[in-house]
């Protein structure tokens, strides 16, 4: 059995029932609290700038605009449900969502990963997305928890940066990525104007200021919510048996089709989602699970206006990344890569970004102690990048590595929908791949 140290207690838990573990720790309330006094403190307004005295004009437009300020701020503050126009809580959050923060990386990570493959001296072919900023989790704020956001953000950092007509919808047209507050109030306000209705009552219709895990549905209806058509995909065995509630349950032809298919296998507090927590899997995944998850990504990346770069067989494909869900946790794919071995069969390699690569230091003297920090993964991991040493432990996962029994992808097709074709992307449904 595979063990980790949990980072609150430093207790060794098994590592499937780390996240779970270390959530018990924190107390709902509390953390809805802590999140409201510091999104409070972060929309407090700033010493104002030193004004002369005899200026009158400049202090007197200084002034109005404090107030203007203050007064957003009022209204963001108690904007409660059904007490404003929803377009007018778009145009506070527009007004009001803080600008995600992170390591500057000079050089693109894209960039920077496109680099070290064309410098592999085996024959391989490559398709990379093009720009994608790598959001990590932070200890300080969403570690544990945080990973469906950080997500959210990395595809997000792609749309700004490569769909003019995505970066003219997306939060408000801001042109930036929000923090993960502001996320979950663009989601509150989907869910009020009735994208995924049923997904919404798992967290009763409320999310900001909550360390609640999300999933790919939740990906799907905040991308939906601005137009963009988000689809999900599950991957799932025929002969897959789940227990929920102490209940054996058979996931296959005989199943019917449910509502946000993975978000009942995701490990969910038990005031989550009453009778969906997931106690354990009776089969790992099967081999076609795993080839067929391979080949849907190659052929996704495999698109007609790949461009090719440099002489090495990496192509960079104008696909959106991939959002990855399985049990437990989500990563973003952002290309695959193949070899064709001595043997004639070809090897796939997925290539990711996760948000919470943790590093791992010894204490002087204690060789046997370990702690465990964030410190600032995406620098590692961009400094592993540029020396070309030891990046493929962090980005490249071969298909061994694909042991769970269930994964589900979310991608975004091209284009903003129709105000007709918004209307019923309001109502979430997925493609089920069953081998």
Known sequence: MDFSTCPICNLSVLTRELQRHANSHFDDEDIANDFELAQEIALAPSSPPYIPVDDAMQCETSSRKNQERSSLRYEAKNCNPGEKDITEKIRILASMQIKATGPQIGQGLMDLLKNCLELETEKTTTILCGYVDHFQSSPSEDFGWGCGWRNIQMLSSHLLKQRQEAKEVLYGGSGFVPDIPSLQRWLEIAWERGFDKQGSEDFDQAIYGKRKWIGTTECATLFRSFG???????????????????????????????????????????????????????????????????????????????????????????????????????????????????????????????????????????????????????????????????????????????????????????GVASPEEIENLKNLHSVRVEV
């Open 228 to 414: 963009l058509r988000a689809r999900i995909v599950d991957f799932v065995s025929r002969e897959v048996v789940i227990r929920s509630s102490g209940v054996g349950k058979c996931v296959g032809k005989m199943a019917p089709q449910v509502y946000g298919p993975m978000d009942r296998y995701l490990s969910k507090e038990k005031n989550d989602v009453p009778g969906a927590v997931l106690t354990s899997y009776d089969v790992k995944a099967k081999p076609k699970v795993q080839q067929a998850l391979i080949d849907w990504v190659w052929n996704y990346f495999s698109d007609n206006k790949s461009r090719k770069s440099g002489n090495h067989g990496i192509l960079v494909s104008q696909k959106v990344p991939l959002y990855f869900q399985h049990d437990g946790h989500s990563r973003t794919i952002v290309g695959i890569q193949i070899k064709c071995q001595r043997n004639g069969s070809m090897q796939y390699n997925l290539l990711i970004l996760d948000p919470g690569h943790i590093t791992y230091q010894k204490f002087h003297g204690l060789p046997f102690k370990f702690h465990h920090t964030l410190s600032q993964p995406t620098e590692s991991l961009a400094k592993s990048l540029r020396g070309n040493s030891g990046w493929q432990k962090l980005i490249k996962r071969g298909v061994h590595t694909l042991k769970k029994p269930l994964y589900q992808l979310c991608f975004i097709d091209p």
